[in-house]
T-cell receptor
Framework: DAGVIQSPRHEVTEMGQEVTLRCKPISGHNSLFWYRQTMMRGLELLIYFNNNVPIDDSGMPEDRFSAKMPNASFSTLKIQPSEPRDSAVYFC????????????FGPGTRLLVL | DAKTTQPNSMESNEEEPVHLPCNHSTISGTDYIHWYRQLPSQGPEYVIHGLTSNVNNRMASLAIAEDRKSSTLILHRATLRDAAVYYCILLGGTSYGKLTFGQGTILTVHP
């Protein structure tokens, strides 16, 4: 099992550009989470999908952020337009079964917005 | 959500046991206690979880106080690879498994 796959691993872009982060969850998992980690705010949940449906997006910072899960094996997190304060490490995690099951995290995408 | 309190940092020597404490005085009866850790430049990884009884797995042991208001993660023989940030998280039935990360405990392991 390859685990949770994220791409790209590193992204450097200029303010105002569109950024798309990608995630492939572990096969068979029905829940997917996007987290963001910064020095100031630590690790925070952005959005949670269950069976490809967004359940809780209360952590999404603002309208510039959007996330989709068109099928069980792929999700995207898009930032448009990007701003320097969006610089962070973005993690995707997936989980199978009920809420007590383990969440498996990907390696993260390190985003730098200049 | 019930909150947890952990020391900011702890230090240990290699091959010695490490006891990482966590206080959760407002824990509810249905809250599970989960521990995750984050190695440098990696995503968090699951360590162990429990409800009432002490738990053991290949990575660690979890000791839960009888009143469940505190717990301790035990690494029996710390290695340099165990240097990480350790997070104690409560998961309740109404949270759909949302992990709320606090600041965690930074564990330093000395050779």
């Amino acid at each position: 099992d390859a685990g949770v796959i994220q791409s790209p691993r590193h992204e450097v872009t200029e303010m105002g550009q569109e950024v798309t982060l990608r995630c492939k969850p572990i096969s068979g998992h029905n829940s997917l989470f996007w987290y963001r980690q910064t020095m100031m705010r630590g690790l925070e949940l952005l959005i949670y999908f269950n069976n490809n449906v967004p359940i809780d997006d209360s952590g999404m910072p603002e309208d510039r952020f959007s996330a989709k899960m068109p099928n069980a094996s792929f999700s995207t997190l898009k930032i448009q337009p990007s701003e320097p304060r969006d610089s962070a490490v973005y993690f995707c995690a997936s989980r199978g079964g009920n809420f007590q099951e383990t969440q498996y995290f990907g390696p993260g995408t390190r985003l730098l917005v200049l | 959500d019930a909150k947890t309190t952990q020391p900011n940092s702890m230090e240990s020597n290699e091959e010695e046991p490490v006891h990482l404490p966590c206080n959760h005085s407002t824990i509810s009866g249905t809250d599970y206690i989960h521990w995750y850790r984050q190695l440098p430049s990696q995503g968090p990884e699951y360590v162990i979880h429990g409800l009432t009884s002490n738990v053991n797995n290949r990575m660690a042991s979890l000791a839960i106080a009888e009143d469940r208001k505190s717990s301790t993660l035990i690494l029996h023989r710390a290695t340099l690879r165990d240097a990480a940030v350790y997070y104690c998280i409560l998961l309740g039935g109404t949270s759909y498994g949302k992990l709320t990360f606090g600041q965690g405990t930074i564990l330093t392991v000395h050779p």
